[in-house]
């Protein structure tokens, strides 16, 4: 078992049962700082709506980019199929892939589209499939471009 940080959520992974678990971080201390309600449910909600709406994103496309994500408890935890890490030496290429499919558009979300532990190699497929697609942003780049990444994309995998 492994335990990845992020800023609204945490991930489990358990590469040998071959799932990770999603669950919000909630930041009651911080809310509570706040002075008004939407800035307090941004610490409050944040992390289960992310959650709530990658689960939602995926049952509605089924896009072969998005790594499978199983099941959402209401946002509160999310089960998602495990992937092995990206090796470092792929990377540059399939940033540029990404770069390339998009017209550079993933420079709206480079949180999501910049950085390697976003994307996962799936070895029985040979494929690779990005992890993290709950934000609305990151969202409307995969559905206007969802067809170039998986065919770009497919190129940069091993």
């Not at 449910?41 to 998005?66: C, P």
């Not at 935890?77 to 990377?91: A, F, H, S, T, V």
Request: hydrophobic content about 40%; glycine content about 6%; proline content about 4%.
């Amino acid at each position: 078992m492994k335990i990845k940080k992020g800023r609204y959520r945490i991930a489990i992974l358990f590469p040998t049962a071959k799932l990770t678990i999603k669950i919000p971080r909630i930041y009651f201390k911080e809310a509570f700082k706040q002075r008004t309600w939407k800035a307090r449910a941004h610490y409050l909600f944040w992390g289960i709506l992310l959650n709530w709406w990658e689960f939602v994103f995926y049952l509605k496309t089924r896009h072969s980019f998005l790594q499978p994500t199983f099941l959402s408890l209401f946002g509160l935890l999310n089960i998602q199929r495990y992937g092995d890490k990206i090796p470092q030496e792929m990377w540059q290429e399939l940033f540029q892939s990404l770069w390339t499919a998009t017209k550079r558009e993933i420079t709206q979300d480079l949180h999501h589209f910049g950085e390697s532990e976003n994307f996962c190699l799936d070895r029985r497929r040979g494929i690779i499939r990005m992890l993290d697609y709950g934000h609305p942003t990151t969202q409307a780049i995969i559905q206007k471009w969802g067809h170039r990444l998986k065919k770009e994309v497919t190129k940069a995998s091993p």
